[in-house]
């Protein structure tokens, strides 16, 4: 291994978190909003010409209403049971995770069910549903502005394109959805330029983190994913991975009562090494 290329990246890596990199010689840099270049539109245009409208009756939900007690109940779940989840319970994800309450100005911001730096909400979410409730199982789309699902396909190997999206992680295959977040890069360049992307990333933990509240919250669980293989998911849902990238997953499926089992198959390796 060369050891001067492992030190290059690890320091490239804490420039990032602590500062963002070395701006010598990028002292009177502006980004293309100090420009007044035009603003990327909000959210991705719709990726075909039919879309679902989402049930939003949540009150027919039976959501824990104890703030603490799905403050100490989440955890990350990795099994998951293959009973069907509904398409209410899908709507909930979405929305707690990524639905618009409102549009500030005639289209300059949207503001979310989870806050971003300066609200740009670069992200995007796309699933791979299998066993949802009158759904198809296959790949979608989420159009947020509307509350809306479109189906992209299925392939026929869609657990597949799950495993190898997620690195072999071959547990996730078995969740009823598993949400891929990509990042639409100019939404945040735009305004930050060369100072996006540390907060672009601070948002991602945003969104899962509700994601998993959500889950918690009727009884679903899911883990945050964050080996993932661009290179396997990007195609899957016709992304470039230049100006959008997916980067980050999470899959979220019914789960069994007692997380116990589970929880002492995953770090039984702590255990054995008696860490
Ligand atoms: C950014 C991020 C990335 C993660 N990536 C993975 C992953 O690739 N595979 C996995 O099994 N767990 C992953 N996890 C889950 C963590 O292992 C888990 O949060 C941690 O062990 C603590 O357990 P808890 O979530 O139950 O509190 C990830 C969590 C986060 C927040």
Request: charged share 25%; aromatic share 10%; net charge negative.
């Amino acid at each position: 291994m060369d050891e001067k290329l492992i030190q290059e990246r690890i320091r490239q890596g804490r420039a990032f978190i602590s500062g963002f990199g070395d701006d010598t010689g990028l002292e009177n840099y502006q980004s293309d909003q100090d420009l007044k270049k035009p603003q990327p539109p909000l959210t991705k245009a719709p990726m075909t010409d039919q879309a679902l409208e989402l049930p939003n009756d949540f009150e027919k939900l039976s959501i824990d209403g104890d703030f603490l007690h799905i403050i100490n109940t989440r955890r990350s779940r990795r099994s998951y049971t293959e009973a069907p989840m509904s398409l209410l319970q899908l709507s909930y994800l979405l929305w707690c995770s990524q639905g618009v309450k409102s549009v500030r100005g005639r289209a300059y911001a949207t503001l979310r069910t989870v806050p971003s730096g300066g609200a740009r909400h670069p992200f995007e979410t796309y699933l791979a549903i299998q066993n949802v409730t009158g759904l198809q199982d296959g790949l979608y789309h989420y159009l947020p502005m509307k509350h809306r699902l479109e189906f992209l396909g299925c392939p026929d190997d869609l657990r597949g394109i799950i495993s190898r999206s997620l690195c072999e992680q071959d547990w996730a295959v078995k969740a009823n959805v598993v949400f891929f977040y990509s990042c639409v890069f100019y939404r945040g360049e735009w305004r930050y330029g060369i100072w996006a992307h540390g907060p672009m990333l601070m948002d991602s933990g945003h969104v899962t983190e509700n994601l998993y509240l959500a889950a918690t919250s009727i009884g679903l669980g899911g883990c945050a994913i964050a080996a993932v293989d661009p290179e396997a998911a990007n195609p899957a849902f016709s992304l470039d991975g230049k100006e959008e990238c997916i980067f980050y997953a999470m899959p979220v499926g019914t789960v069994p009562e007692d997380p116990q089992g589970e929880e002492e198959t995953f770090y039984a390796f702590v255990r054995e090494q008696n860490l």
